[in-house]
C-alpha cells in the first residue's frame, strides 16, 4: 500500500484530496475553446488551493462547479458554488470576471444554484470573497435581494448586513451605478424588490447609434446589443437564446430581429420567437434623451423578457 501512495501520480493527484479538490469541475475554457470568455482550470486550481490555505482542510467537502461562458459546461448552477465567466469593463479596462452563484445541487430535489454576484473581477481577492462565502454558507443558501446592496452585488444572506458581503474585500474602486426604489428599505424587504429596483445606463449617443444602426455594448457585465430600425430603438441581449450567435450581427425584419446563425425570429418588443415559443430573447426597455440612449436594466439579477411592451420602444428624434 505505501508503494502505490508513493507513486508520482499520486503526488500530483492525491488519493484523498482536499474538500476543495474533491468536488471540483471545471469546463476546457479558452485553452480547448472557442466559445470560453475566461481560462478556467488554471484558475480553478488556484483557488481551491487558496482556500485549503484560508479555511484548512477539516471540513465537508463543497462541490465548486466553473463554466467559462453562458453555455455552462462545467454545469455553475448545479454546485455548491458556481463560477461562470464573463468579460467586464472595470474602470475602462475589459478584464476576465465571474458571476457567482450558491446553492445548487443535483441530489434527489434537485435545485438551481442563485445567482448572488455579478462580473467579480479574477485577481487576487477572489479567494478572500468566495472563502466569506463558503464561510457564511448557510445564511447564503437563504439569499434575499437588498436595494441598498452595491452594484454588482444582486443577492445578500437573509438578514445579514452588506458588510458581511464586503469585510473581505473592497467593492469602493468598483464603478458606482445609480439605484432607484420606490419603496422604503423595510417596505422593499417585505414585497418582492425585483420590482422597485431600477438600473438606468448610459450606452451610446443618438448620433452613433443613428450612423452604425447595430451596436454591441456591455452593462455591469451584461452584453447587450443596441438597434435603430427607422427612427425607433431597441435594446436586447447580445446572445441569441437558441445557440448562442451574437444578436448584433443579425437583420431586422419586419419588427423582427433574425439570429445571423439559424435565422431564428424574435419579435422586439417582447422576445418571443416565432419558431419556437420555448425560446425567450430578454429585451429591455431603451429610451433617447439629451442627444443619449439610455437602457432600463430593470430588474437587478433577475431581467426577463420586457413585461412593459408597449414602452419599450422610443424614437431616435426623442
Given amino acids: 500500500m505505501q508503494a ?8 500530483e493527484f492525491p488519493h484523498a484530496p482536499s474538500p476543495f479538490f474533491r468536488k471540483l469541475v471545471a469546463c476546457t475554457g479558452t485553452d480547448y475553446c472557442n466559445l470560453a ?8 486550481n488556484e483557488l481551491s488551493k487558496a482556500l485549503e490555505q484560508r479555511l484548512g482542510t477539516r471540513r465537508d467537502a463543497l462541490s465548486i462547479h466553473w463554466s467559462g461562458c453562458p453555455a455552462g459546461c462545467g454545469n455553475h448552477q448545479a454546485a455548491d458554488i458556481g463560477l461562470r465567466g464573463v468579460r467586464a469593463n472595470i474602470g475602462g479596462k475589459v478584464i476576465d470576471a465571474v458571476s457567482i452563484y450558491v446553492g445548487g445541487s443535483t441530489r ?26 463558503i464561510e457564511h454558507f448557510d445564511l447564503f443558501k437563504q439569499v434575499q435581494r437588498d436595494p441598498a446592496a452595491g452594484d454588482r452585488i444582486l443577492m445578500v444572506p437573509a438578514g445579514a448586513t452588506e458588510s458581511l458581503l464586503t469585510e473581505e474585500r473592497d467593492l469602493s474602486a468598483w464603478p458606482t451605478r445609480t439605484f432607484t426604489h420606490s419603496a422604503s428599505h ?21 448620433e452613433e447609434l443613428s450612423r452604425r444602426r447595430f451596436l454591441r455594448v456591455s452593462v455591469l457585465g451584461k452584453q447587450l446589443a443596441i438597434f435603430a430600425d427607422g427612427d425607433r430603438i431597441f435594446a436586447t441581449d447580445l446572445d441569441c437564446p437558441h445557440a448562442g450567435a451574437p444578436l448584433d450581427r443579425g437583420t431586422i425584419e419586419n419588427g423582427r430581429l433574425v439570429c445571423p446563425l439559424h435565422a431564428y425570429c ?14 425567450v430573447l430578454t429585451t429591455y426597455r431603451v429610451f433617447a434623451e439629451g442627444g443619449a440612449v439610455f437602457v432600463d436594466l430593470g430588474q437587478c439579477g433577475s431581467v426577463r423578457a420586457n413585461p412593459h411592451a408597449d414602452d419599450a420602444v422610443q424614437s431616435l428624434t426623442s
Avoid at 444554484?113 to 472563502?131: H, K, N, R, S, T
Avoid at 424574435?266 to 425560446?279: E, H, Q, V, W, Y
Fill in 4 to 11: 502505490l501512495l508513493a507513486e508520482p501520480l499520486l503526488q
Fill in 37 to 44: 470568455l475566461i481560462e478556467t482550470k488554471r484558475r480553478a
Fill in 108 to 133: 434527489p430535489n434537485a435545485t438551481v444554484g442563485e445567482q448572488i454576484l455579478e462580473a467579480v473581477p479574477c485577481d487576487e481577492a477572489l479567494p478572500d470573497l468566495i472563502g466569506t462565502i
Fill in 186 to 206: 423595510a417596505e422593499a424587504k417585505s414585497q418582492s424588490a425585483a420590482s422597485h429596483i431600477r438600473i438606468t445606463e448610459k450606452v451610446c449617443s443618438v
Fill in 266 to 279: 424574435f419579435d422586439l418588443l417582447n422576445g418571443t420567437c416565432d419558431a419556437d415559443p420555448r425560446l
